[in-house]
């Protein structure tokens, strides 16, 4: 069993928000070793990982898809927990059900042979042509996950050590220079696989036919080490990880936003929290990187070229208690536009949402019985969305939540809108305003380019002694999986 030496090391450090980064963070310090304080502006952990309930319905407000569990699991077997007494989840057969508008539906299992069956079934394509794809991805993932995203690419031992000069030389093979979506014409080119394929660009918020081909990795962190479901909702992860880390001895500040962080003769020295100094000898940021400088640096020069980057997609959501079960619907659903590039050209070009937008739908009582009254659903009903830029979110809503239910009854064939007894619908500018993410990015800065890798922020402050970063914000990126690795990342180089 750890136990934390904290006698023989007592340096403090201060955290600055709990988000699934920042209690990846202090976990990983406190098991080092070091006296973690966790300052969050919020009254519960967890940021974009949050819940709550309208009426008898349960929603997670933030993410839905669970990839990657090993990095939770990760945590607890590292602080010599078991942890099944903290946090349960079970492996999912089906990723998500695709509907088209010409009534093509495709079960996309998280198995790939099974899923190339049905492929096969459904669109006619040769299920060993999607397994050469699932092939290549995996080797994408093998030769790059290492290096983009369990290490800095801001440390020379990065970029020497023999593992990154082998999968430099393969650097061509990965598409690195075509698009996502190039990428899929050339090897998928069935249309529906192609559109299907091009989605994972949404999982780091991007347009597919701007992001590198590289990223078509993102499928295999689905379909080959599969999909999971938290027992008790995606919100179990960041409450179980909180009481992993008070048990371990973190301290927590809720309600305790901090307003500045204190420096003397550039180095980190502490925060200032409600007007209160608090010293430190190290600072953690997990809020959004852009905000810390804007906000809590405000004498030090910021490092414009990164904080001006393109920032990815936002996401426009309506939380309905829809008070009837659909069969035909799973865990995860789309219901794809059939202007896709026009849907993304609008998001990142124009600012705005087209009348055809992609529908995401989650509905986690498929699961968790409880979420929902008997007879009832819980569905999570996201639409890709602009960043927050001064939009009236009140006519944007009112409009998509039109386009929304006529798609819906077209394809579902039924009448939504009678169903809807709960509602409740967050907008961009509430994402920014509610987790303090600059435009209400979800996944930090868009992987719009080839070089989006390399202008993320590093973990470190290259200007400011003793003052790091983790989170989506920063690198290696957004999602919850590389959020936990951020953590990991910051607390390995502190
Ligand atoms: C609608 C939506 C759907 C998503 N879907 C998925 C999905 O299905 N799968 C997936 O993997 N990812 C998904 N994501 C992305 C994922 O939620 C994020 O990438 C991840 O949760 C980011 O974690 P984080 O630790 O970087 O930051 P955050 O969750 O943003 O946490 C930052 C924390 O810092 C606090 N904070 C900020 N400033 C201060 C301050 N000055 N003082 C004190 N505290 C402060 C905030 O209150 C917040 O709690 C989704 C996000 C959203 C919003």
Redesign the pocket.
């Known amino acids: 069993m750890f136990e934390p030496s904290i006698e023989n090391n007592p340096m403090k450090i201060a955290i600055?928000?709990?988000?699934?980064?920042?209690l990846s963070a202090s976990i990983r310090l406190r098991l080092k070793g070091y006296e973690v304080d966790v300052?969050?502006?919020?009254e519960y952990?967890?940021?974009?990982?949050h819940a709550f309930s309208l009426g008898k319905y349960r929603f997670d407000?933030?993410?839905?898809?669970?990839?990657m569990p090993q990095y939770v699991e990760e945590l607890f077997e590292q602080s010599g927990k078991v942890t099944e007494h903290y946090f349960n989840f079970e492996k999912v057969d089906e990723a998500c059900t695709y509907f088209w508008e010409d009534k093509t539906v495709l079960s996309a299992k998280s198995d790939p042979q099974n899923f190339a069956n049905e492929a096969a079934r459904v669109l006619n394509y040769p299920a060993s042509e999607l397994m050469d794809y699932f092939d290549h991805i995996k080797n994408i993932y093998d030769h790059s996950a290492s290096i983009f995203l369990e290490k800095s690419l801001h440390k020379s031992n990065t970029w020497l050590s023999k593992e990154t000069l082998t999968a430099l030389l393969k650097i061509r093979q990965y598409d690195l220079f075509k698009s996502m979506h190039h990428a899929n014409m050339i090897r998928l080119g069935e249309p529906h696989l192609v559109q299907l394929f091009d989605r994972f660009a949404t999982?780091n918020g991007s347009h597919p036919h701007k992001a590198p081909g590289i990223l078509n990795v993102i499928p295999w962190l689905e379909h080959g080490f599969g999909t999971f479901f938290p027992k008790g909702g995606m919100e179990q992860i960041p409450k179980s990880l909180h009481r992993l880390a008070e048990e371990l001895g973190v301290q927590f500040h809720f309600n305790?936003?901090?307003?500045q962080i204190i420096l003397q003769n550039k180095k980190a020295i502490g925060v200032s929290v409600n007007g209160q100094e608090i010293l430190a000898e190290k600072v953690v940021s997990?809020?959004?990187v852009f905000?810390t400088y804007r906000?809590?640096l405000l004498k030090s020069k910021a490092p414009e070229k990164i904080l001006n980057q393109e920032r990815s997609s936002s996401?426009l959501?309506f939380y309905w208690g829809i008070k009837k079960e659909f069969k035909n619907l799973g865990l995860h659903n789309i219901l794809f536009s059939e202007r896709y590039k026009a849907e993304f050209d609008s998001i990142f070009n124009e600012g705005d949402i087209i009348d055809d937008p992609t529908v995401y739908i989650n509905i986690s009582n498929k699961l968790e019985k409880g979420d929902a009254p008997d007879g009832c659903e819980n569905w999570f009903v996201?639409v890709n969305a602009p960043n927050h830029k001064n939009q009236d979110w009140n006519e944007i809503s009112q409009r998509v939540k039109k386009a929304v239910i006529k798609k819906l009854n077209r394809i579902l064939n039924t009448d939504i809108e009678p169903l809807i007894e709960e509602e409740k619908i967050?907008t961009p500018q509430g994402?920014e305003e509610d987790?303090?993410?600059h435009q209400g990015a979800?996944?930090g800065n868009a992987s719009n380019s080839q070089f989006a890798a390399f202008l993320r922020h590093p973990n470190f402050s290259s200007s400011i002694d003793n003052l790091f970063f983790?989170?989506?914000?920063v690198h290696p990126g957004?999602?919850?999986?590389?959020?936990l690795l951020?953590g990991k990342i910051t607390s390995e180089m502190i």
């Open positions: 600055i928000g709990s988000g699934i980064a920042g300052y969050e502006a919020n952990p967890g940021g974009k990982l407000g933030g993410p839905s898809l669970f990839t999982y305790s936003r901090v307003d997990n809020m959004d905000y906000k809590l996401a959501v996201m967050w994402i987790t303090l993410s979800l996944y983790c989170g989506g914000s957004g999602g919850i999986p590389l959020a951020s």
